[in-house]
Every structure is written in C-alpha cells, then in structure tokens.
C-alpha cells in the first residue's frame, strides 16, 4: 500500500530514551515493533510525529509499553502524535480491558479420582438415558397405534424409501460376497473329508441363523444410525426441536416415531434380501468350484436346514432395529450448540449402534443356546 | 469525487429465473460510511455478499480497493481478504471455538505474531465491540443473540480492515448498547480511515453515523444521497420509509 514500512529509531537523550517511531504501525508490523520495544526501559518518550497510519492493534503496543513502564515506576510519554493517530490511542486506551484471568487450577490426586467416579456416572447415566429413550418410543409408537390421527404417513414412506430401499443394493451385495466366501472357504476344508456336499448346510445355516441379519444390522447401523444422528443433531443445533416444543408438537411422535417404525419394517426385509443374495453367492460359488448343481444345492437346502434358523435369524430383526433406531435419535439429541458435537455424536452413535448389536446377537446366542434351538 | 474504493458497475443477480438486481451500479469513496437501505427480500446481504465474493454467479464488474472480484491472482486474493472485514447478519461464529479463538482466527494470517499478542489483540477487539471479559472464553451457543453479533463484529475488526461489510450491525441490540456500536463504528472511521458498507434498517444509525445512503429497491440503487436528500425523494417507498412514524422520531432535529 501507499504506506512506508515502519521506521524504529532509539536515541538517548538527558537520562531517557527517545524512541520515533515513522511510517506504518499496523498488526503487520507488530513483531518488529515488539521487539524493539521489549528492549526499553527506564523514562522513555515516543515520537509519533511521523507515523502515518496507526492501527488499534499498534495502538495496543503503546498502551501496553505505558502499563508495563508505569508498573515499573517509570513514566512514558507519547508526544507528537498526529490528531487521527491520537484518537485511535485514546480509543484503545479506553477500551482495553482488565484482564481478570484465574490462574489455571492445578489437578491433584482427588481431581483425577473424581474425574473416575464421574465418568463411570457419566456412562451410568448414558445407559439410563439410552433406556429413557427406548421407553419415549415405546410409548408414543404405541399411543400412535392407538390413535393414527397424529401418525405421519409421508414421513415414515419417506424414511422407509431411506433406511430399507436405498440401502438393499449395499446390502444384497454384501450378502452375496459373504456367500461367495464362505462357500469358498467351506469347500477347501470339507474337501480334505470328502463332505464336499455339506458346504450347503455351512452356508445355510451360517448366513440364514446369524450372518444375513447381523451384517445387515451393522451396515444399517453404518447408513442410517448416522444419519439419524446427523439430522435430528442438526435441527437440534439450529433450535428447531425447541421451536417444535413451543409450537406443541412432539419431536418424539414428528422425528422419532416415523424413523424407528421405518427401521422396524425394513430391516426385517432386508435381512430376508441379504439371506438371499447370500445363498444365490454361495450356490453360485458351490457350482463353480465343487460342481454342486443349483437343483442339488435347492435339494440339499430344503432337506438339511430346518425353517428354525431362518426363524431365528429373522426373530432378531425387529430387536436390531430398535436397538440402532434408539441410539441414533438419542445421539441425535445429544448434539450440543456446535458442528463438532455433531460430527462427535454421529461418530459414536455408529460406534454404539455397531456395539449394542453385537451384544445383542451373542445374548440372543446363548438364549437360544439355552431353549435348545 | 474521491477515489472510490467499492466500485459496482451492471450488476445482474439471479437465482434461477428469480432476479435479485438487475444492473445495478453502486460507488463508495474512501472514508465513507454508506447505509443500504431496503425492504426485507430486495436483495441487500446479497449484494454484500456479492461485493465480497461469496456469491460468484453474476454478470457484471466488480472492484474492490482497485482489485476486481473475484480475485483472479492469489496474490489479489490475499490482499483483498486482508483487507476487508465482513459482520454476517447472524454472526457466523464457528461454533467450535470461543469468542477469543474465532477473533484470533484473521489474526493467524499475520506472520511472527506471538500467542500472547494475538490474545490480547483478541481481548481488546472483543472489549471494543462492547462484549465483558469473561465472553471470550465462551463458546457462541453460550452467547445472547447480540452478544453474538458483537462477538461477529470483534472478528470482523481482528485486523483493522480498510473495508468493513456490516450487515444489520445493530439489529437485536439494546437502544443503548446500539447507540454505544453507532459511536464505535464513527470512531473507528473518523481515526483509522474506514469504509463502511453497512446494511442497516435502524433509523438512529443512520441518522447518528451513516455519510451517505443507497436505496435497493426495483432491483436497483434507487437513490443515493444524504440522510437530508432522502427526505425529498418523490417515490413511494423513499418516502414511506423516511417519512414515516419511525423515521420522523429518530430524527435528530425533532421538537
Ligand atoms: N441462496 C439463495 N438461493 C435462492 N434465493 C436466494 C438465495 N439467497 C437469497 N435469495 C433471495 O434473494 C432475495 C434477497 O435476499 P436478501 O437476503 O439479500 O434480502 P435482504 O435484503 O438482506 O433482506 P433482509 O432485510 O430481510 O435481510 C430474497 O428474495 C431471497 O429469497
Ligand atoms: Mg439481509
């Protein structure tokens, strides 16, 4: 720009030192000026006469030198200073504020044993919100059965179009890979007994009782946990879920309902689409590498697998999809006023999703387990 | 005339068949203070947006501080975003950071500035623009409304911008609290030279410190002119808002 770059002179003069300062004093000239002014000490004068533009932060500087040299029991005498120049100090000096900072606390031994305790509360009332949640939806899905007039059919068409449609190419291809392998891998260790023929149980029973629903349920915990969390954080973060309150409509019956009642009816279909993509991959996979027939394999399928596996994996759907509808909105309202609680709480609702389902698998495993089925 | 340091020349704005502006031409000098005027929806943050280049989908030119925009060289760019400052209308605070960090963020451009001076240089804007202390290590979900707005403005003054966009600077401020904005922005112009372009709907602001307003209306600067030229424009909008009930009592001559 027009200005010249700051020019810095100190002469000592009659016991003090003189500092003219010329030019531009601007925030982009600050570490020059800083540190030529570190160095003074004693009665100093400054010479403003030839500064052409100063701004508040250059203003600072001259402000601050005064305090510290007044703390010092010297004195600092600005002279010299053009009108505008002298405006913009006085403007500074004003409004500089008085810095009240606590002194950082220091963290003893007891911090660090609270901050134990209150974490493991923190994860106790997580749980407990978590349960609160799960009962909210319980609740109003059942007022919802009970008085349709409230229901929002767009919404939940357009959650099912979301959480199940969307999701079934992913899906069905996953499904199908999974088959693809485990028909591979089942066929280079029964073939070491000659039972090539049992790969159609490995795969049938593996995919339909556990595999189908359980890496569907983490794919749609991955899709749609996510972004559950994502809006319901996002509208939560704009305040429009308190604007609803005042306007007296649930979020729970407007947000939550139509998003688990869809996840309730898709991920049922869905588990039954990855079932059968996955035994279209292993059928396909047996045929290539062990000669088993498609009509061999339908034959094998429908006399060595009972209906109860594929009872029992679909039994698990609904629960699942409970489970990762329930996270997500309730991460969804944990979202705080800002973008990154949002990208925390959508992380974790996939990482708590992911988890919950798991757990809920090997309960039902051992369950099962139990009753002989 | 002085040299003009926004330059606006054949403007056209449109989004999809909806025009915003339609050539519209607009000058503001060095060391003035022009308040946009307009009724909600002609267009005003768009326009402050276009100015400084956020809103690329245009037809016409554009010049600010001699530069056109948008920047065409990365050195014109960094010039112009050193250069200016801009208030958004709702604050635009990054919600992560507090008040401090998000006024140290235009102070991170300025190299060898210390952590400590950009603290303080931080602290000072945010007791400039009228916010306590304590505001600087709150995050902006923890503000009021205004308190927002002004922590908008403390970022906007983080480098002392020659140009300065404010939108509805004192909208949702307190009469005191805006009058005490009216006389920071006055101040900082009378002693650093700054150029403001400020859309605002506050009649007292434009009384207490605007040089010269512009009139947005039929998608276009209507009219400019003094506060006292306003008063004899002969359309019906000009009239209506500097005639009415609101603008006879912010006027500084009553009784
Ligand atoms: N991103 C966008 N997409 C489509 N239309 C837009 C967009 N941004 C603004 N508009 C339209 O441009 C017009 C002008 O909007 P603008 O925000 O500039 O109004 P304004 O004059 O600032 O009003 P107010 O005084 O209420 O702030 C409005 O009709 C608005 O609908
Ligand atoms: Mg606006």
């Known amino acids: ?373 | 005339m002085s040299e003009a340091i926004i330059r606006v020349r054949g403007l056209v704005t449109r989004f999809g068949s909806h025009v915003v502006h339609d050539r519209l031409d607009l000058d503001v000098a060095r060391g003035e203070i022009l308040g946009v005027v307009g009724g909600s929806g002609t267009g005003k943050s768009v326009l402050l947006r276009t100015i400084v280049g956020l809103n690329p989908a245009r037809v016409g030119e554009i010049e600010v501080l001699g530069t056109p925009v948008p920047a065409r060289t990365a050195a014109e760019r960094a010039r112009l975003e050193g250069n200016i400052g801009v208030m958004f209308q709702d604050g635009a605070l990054f919600s992560s950071l507090t008040v401090r960090e998000n006024v140290e963020v235009p102070l991170r451009r300025v190299a060898g500035l210390s952590a400590r001076t950009r603290a303080e240089l931080a602290d000072l804007k945010i007791s400039m623009a009228g916010l306590p202390y304590a505001a600087g290590d709150n995050y902006p979900s923890e503000l009021s409304g205004g308190m927002r707005k002004r922590a908008g403005l403390a970022r906007a003054l983080a480098l002392d911008p020659e140009v300065l966009f404010l939108d509805e600077p004192t909208a949702g401020l307190d009469p005191i609290g805006a009058a005490a904005f009216d006389r920071l922005i006055h101040g900082l112009t009378q002693s650093l030279g700054l150029t403001v372009f400020l859309v605002t709907h506050d009649l007292d602001t434009l009384h207490a410190v605007c040089d010269r307003v512009a009139v947005l209306a039929e998608k276009r600067v209507l009219v400019t002119g003094t506060m006292e030229e306003m008063l004899d424009v002969d359309h019906p909008w000009v009239r209506d808002y500097f005639h009415g009930p609101r603008a006879r009592a912010a006027r500084p001559d009553r009784g």
């Open chain 1, 1 to 373: 720009m027009s200005e010249a770059a700051p020019r810095i002179e100190t002469l000592h003069e009659a016991g003090r030192t003189l500092v003219r300062l010329a030019g531009r004093v601007t925030v982009a000239d600050l570490p020059e000026i800083e540190r030529a002014f570190a160095r003074l000490g004693g009665p100093v004068a400054v010479d403003l006469a030839g500064v052409e533009r100063m701004d508040t932060a250059g203003a600072h500087v001259l402000v601050r030198l005064r305090a510290r040299l007044e703390a010092e029991g010297q004195a600092l005498e600005i002279r010299g200073a053009p009108a505008a120049v002298e405006s913009v100090i006085a403007t500074v000096a004003a409004a500089e504020p008085a810095p009240e900072r606590a002194a950082p606390a220091r963290r003893g031994l007891v911090d660090r044993v609270a901050d134990v305790g209150a974490r493991m509360t923190g994860a106790g009332r997580f749980g407990a919100e978590l349960l609160a949640m799960f009962g909210l939806i319980l609740a109003r899905l059942v007022r919802t059965i009970w008085r349709p007039r409230d229901f929002r059919m767009t919404a939940l068409v357009h959650h099912c179009e979301a959480v199940g449609w969307q999701a079934v190419p992913i899906v069905a291809l996953m499904a199908f890979l999974i088959g693809v392998v485990l028909a591979f891998q089942g066929a280079t260790q029964l073939r070491q007994f000659g039972a090539e023929v049992f790969v159609v149980d490995l795969i049938a029973i593996s995919i339909l009782r556990e595999l189908g629903v359980l890496l569907t349920s983490i794919i749609v915990a991955g899709r749609t946990a996510s972004a559950f969390t994502a809006a319901i954080g996002s509208m939560k973060m704009r305040e429009e879920i308190d604007a609803m309150r005042t306007l007296g409509l649930d979020p729970a019956v407007m947000l939550f309902v139509p998003r688990v009642l869809a996840l309730l009816l898709m991920l049922p279909i869905l588990a039954v689409v990855a079932n059968a993509a996955g035994l279209v991959g292993g059928g396909v996979m047996a045929w290539v590498v062990l000669d088993i027939s498609p009509p061999m394999f339908a034959t094998r399928l429908v006399e060595g697998t009972g209906v109860a596996n594929y009872v029992i994996g679909l039994v698990k759907a609904p629960f699942f999809a409970l489970i990762i509808g329930v996270v997500g909105c309730h991460a969804g309202m944990r979202v705080g006023g800002n973008a990154e609680s949002l990208g925390r709480q959508t992380s974790a609702a996939v990482v708590t999703a992911i988890f919950a389902v798991i757990v809920a698998d090997a309960v039902f495993s051992v369950l099962f387990a139990e009753i002989g089925i």
